[in-house]
C-alpha cells in the first residue's frame, strides 16, 4: 500500500496551500489519519490528525489557528488547508495512516520564501 501526497510547491509567506493524500488499497474510513512534517536537520513532527470518524482533530500548537485536516471517506482521500503560511513551514510533509498496520506516503515538499 502506497500513500500519494500531492499538492506542495513553492508559496510566498501568507499565502495558502493545499495537500492531498490518496490511500487506495485500505478500508479507508478504518484508519486514523495523519500529517507529519521534517525540515532539515530537524526530526520529523506530528502537524494534525482526525479521527477514524472525522469528528476529532488535533494539531501542533504551532499550526492551530492556520492548518485544517479534514478527510473523503468516498475518496478515500485526507487533505490538509495550510493558510497564512510562514518560512518555518517550510519542510516535507508526509501523510500516515494508522490501524493495526501503518503506512507512509513518499513526501511532498513545502517551500515558504518570497
Known amino acids: 500500500v502506497q500513500l500519494v501526497e500531492s499538492g506542495g510547491g513553492l508559496v510566498q509567506p501568507g499565502g495558502p496551500l493545499r495537500l492531498s493524500c490518496e490511500a487506495p488499497?485500505?478500508?479507508?474510513?478504518?484508519?486514523?489519519m495523519s500529517w507529519h512534517r521534517q525540515a532539515p536537520g530537524k526530526e520529523r513532527e506530528l502537524v494534525a490528525v482526525?479521527?477514524?470518524?472525522?469528528?476529532?482533530?488535533n494539531y501542533a500548537d504551532s499550526v492551530k489557528g492556520r492548518f485544517t485536516i479534514s478527510r473523503d471517506d468516498a475518496k478515500n482521500t485526507v487533505l490538509l488547508q495550510m493558510n497564512s503560511l510562514k518560512p518555518e513551514d517550510t519542510a516535507v510533509y508526509y501523510c500516515?495512516?494508522?490501524?493495526?498496520?501503518?503506512?507512509w506516503g513518499q513526501g511532498t515538499q513545502v517551500t515558504v520564501s518570497s
Open positions: 500516515f495512516a494508522r490501524l493495526t498496520r501503518t503506512y
Open positions: 488499497g485500505i478500508t479507508f474510513s478504518r484508519y486514523i
Open positions: 482526525i479521527s477514524s470518524a472525522g469528528d476529532s482533530t
